[in-house]
């Protein structure tokens, strides 16, 4: 328990950003609730959450990451079966530098939901934190 507070007064105190109680709810609150299946319910919960917004191309998936405040998602790489997106923006910087226990996996299920209906393929998605360059990298691994 003494953690959790720890993170919400590093959360409180260090992000001032209108993105602060976003991320105490997520980064703390969620995982208490959720326990030992947090990250495993979060990227369901993506792929859900991908399913009722229907991403009809990259352009639109690109605009839901900007609107949802999730950050700036650019596509790096297109290969046969994989594609490469990183996702940078102030709250991930923030994260970062303040060392705040993060996690993408909300992120992850959305985009492999999304460029599962974008181009009919199965997917699932792997997120990679880069610190040193303060970016989240995914891959969506076509596993069809």
Same mark, same amino acid.
């Given at each position: 328990m003494a953690k959790n507070i720890e993170n919400i007064n590093l959360i409180a105190n260090k992000l001032s950003t209108s993105g602060s109680g976003y991320d105490i ?26 399913? %009722? ?23 790096? %790489? ?5 594609? +490469? ?20 996996? +909300? ?7 999304? +460029? ?12 990679? +934190?880069?610190?040193? %360059? ?11």
């Open positions: 709810l997520r980064y703390v609150c969620l995982p208490d609730l959720l326990g030992k299946d947090t990250n495993s319910i979060l990227y369901v919960l993506g792929k859900n959450l991908a399913r %009722k917004l229907e991403a009809k191309d990259m352009n639109v998936l690109v605009d839901f990451f900007d609107q949802l405040g999730w950050g700036q998602l650019t596509l790096i %790489k297109e290969k046969r079966t994989e594609i +490469i997106f990183e996702l940078t923006g102030d709250a991930i910087n923030n994260r970062i530098a303040n060392n705040i226990e993060d996690e993408y996996r +909300i992120e992850s299920g959305f985009l492999a939901e999304s +460029i599962q209906q974008i181009k009919d393929i199965d997917c699932e998605c792997i997120e990679e +934190i880069k610190r040193r %360059k303060q970016l989240v990298e995914f891959r969506v691994v076509f596993t069809r």
